[in-house]
């Protein structure tokens, strides 16, 4: 998988680190994690599902049947932890460099 990731992909692994989710846990959990900005439909979903399991970063945790329909619950691989973990560390040391440099420009203009 690519990095750095993008953002719905971030937040997918994001919310599968918390516990096994099915997709529609999956939908609502990126739009809370998200404050609302991202709004996942269940193609784009399923199709970020299947290339997450395709890269083994997500796997198939468990099926159930739920009212005559199939419900998927999908779970973060140890491998996508790893990836999950230094995405967070990169955006972490990108965070501290531009808050570094921001502070700096606001001593320079005498508005600390």
């Known amino acids: 998988m690519e990095t750095p990731l993008r953002e719905p992909t971030f937040l997918i692994l994001t919310a ?3 516990e096994p989710m099915h997709g529609y846990g999956l939908i609502a959990e990126v739009a809370q994690l998200s404050d609302g900005r991202i709004a996942l439909r269940p193609g784009t ?20 049947t739920v009212d005559g329909r199939l419900r998927r619950y999908y779970r973060l691989t140890e491998p ?3 990836i999950l973990t230094a995405e967070t560390e990169r955006m ?6 531009a808050t570094t440099r921001l502070r700096a420009a606001r001593l320079r203009a005498g508005l600390a």
């Open 16 to 18: 599968l680190a918390g």
């Open 45 to 64: 979903l399923y199709g970020a599902l299947d290339r997450l399991v395709d890269a083994g970063l997500v796997a198939v945790d468990r099926e159930e």
């Open 80 to 82: 996508g932890g790893e």
């Open 92 to 97: 972490r040391r990108n965070v501290k460099a």
